[in-house]
């Protein structure tokens, strides 16, 4: 039995010719092998735990097929949860990093917290945390350039001579909203412009909030100029609105958004 496991698992101790045989009979017989127990007795999954703070907007759905689609090229399936912004201690994540149910993290949720970080480093699983910039060497991280990215975008809408730019704010609690916010300012702060009066909304990401945020400001304040969305579906989501009630983009208001998902060439 032993020489059969390491010939079908490409172990050594086994010669060419005997590996052959056993795998042309495996075949022959319709072998599969049983995935627990090659899981219990090589101590790996070979699933990769993902973690979503929501799946709501395109951008997740963007990089979740990226992350699939690499993940089925290096033979791993993917496990998905979804912490909807509402488990102060990432008790889902800590879940899957325990008893043995992935091989690794990867955290797309800017409000993890260093605590809740550093309990998941115990579980000596390796982690890449997306959205965010660490000094860890025990987590490995990718985000884009949330500052500079931000800068641009208010840049180009004050160089085509706009001033009155409304902002729609990412989730306050979220770092990537808070760096988005600082190019920004940097932004204002170049062309002279006080970033204190820059006006400002909270759509915490989210299109339906953005939505609701933005009728209640246009209630009680004149349509702005132009419009900064902090990501690409509360863009869109003002866009439509504002066309619905027959006004004219970018003609009479502009609009920008951040991420760069594939509904954005529609915009």
């Given at each position: 039995m032993a020489t059969v496991s390491r010939a079908l698992n490409n172990k050594p101790r086994t010669s060419s010719k005997t590996r052959e045989k056993i795998r042309a009979l495996a075949e022959?017989?319709?072998?599969?092998?049983?995935?627990?127990a090659r899981m219990l007795s090589c101590e790996k999954?070979?699933?990769?735990?993902?973690?979503?703070?929501?799946?709501?907007?395109?951008?997740?759905?963007?990089?979740?097929?990226?992350?699939?689609?690499?993940?089925?090229?290096?033979?791993?399936h993917v496990l998905i949860t979804i912490s909807k912004g509402s488990d102060p201690e990432h008790g889902k994540a800590q879940a899957l990093a325990r008893g043995m149910r992935v091989d690794g993290?990867?955290?797309l949720d800017a409000t993890f917290t260093e605590k809740a970080l550093?309990?998941?480093?115990?579980?000596?699983?390796?982690?890449?945390?997306?959205?965010r910039v660490l000094d860890d060497p025990q987590v490995s991280s990718v985000a884009p350039d949330n500052v500079g990215g931000a800068r641009t975008a208010v840049r180009h809408l004050l160089s085509l001579g706009y001033r009155d730019v409304?902002?729609?704010?990412?989730?306050?609690?979220?770092?990537?909203?808070?760096?988005?916010?600082?190019?920004?300012?940097?932004?204002?702060?170049?062309?002279?412009?006080?970033?204190?009066?820059?006006?400002?909304?909270?759509?915490?990401?989210?299109?339906?909030?953005?939505l609701k945020a933005f009728r209640a400001y246009r209630a009680e304040h004149p349509l702005p100029r132009?419009?900064?969305?902090?990501?690409?579906?509360?863009?869109?989501?003002?866009?439509?609105?504002?066309?619905?009630?027959?006004?004219?983009?970018?003609?009479q208001v502009a609009v920008v958004g951040f991420d760069d998902i594939d509904a954005a060439e529609f915009m």
């Open positions: 022959r017989l319709g072998y599969q092998p049983n995935a627990v999954t070979d699933t990769i735990g993902v973690v979503f703070r929501q799946m709501t907007s395109g951008f997740y759905a963007s990089v979740m097929t990226g992350i699939d689609l690499e993940a089925y090229t290096q033979g791993y993290l990867i955290i550093t309990r998941l480093k115990a579980s000596g699983r390796p982690m890449v945390v997306i959205q409304l902002l729609v704010a990412g989730s306050p609690d979220a770092e990537d909203a808070s760096l988005r916010m600082d190019g920004c300012r940097q932004a204002f702060d170049e062309a002279g412009l006080d970033a204190r009066n820059m006006p400002c909304i909270s759509g915490r990401y989210s299109a339906v909030e953005a132009a419009i900064f969305a902090f990501n690409d579906d509360m863009a869109l989501a003002i866009m439509k609105e504002l066309r619905v009630t027959g006004v004219k983009v970018p003609q």
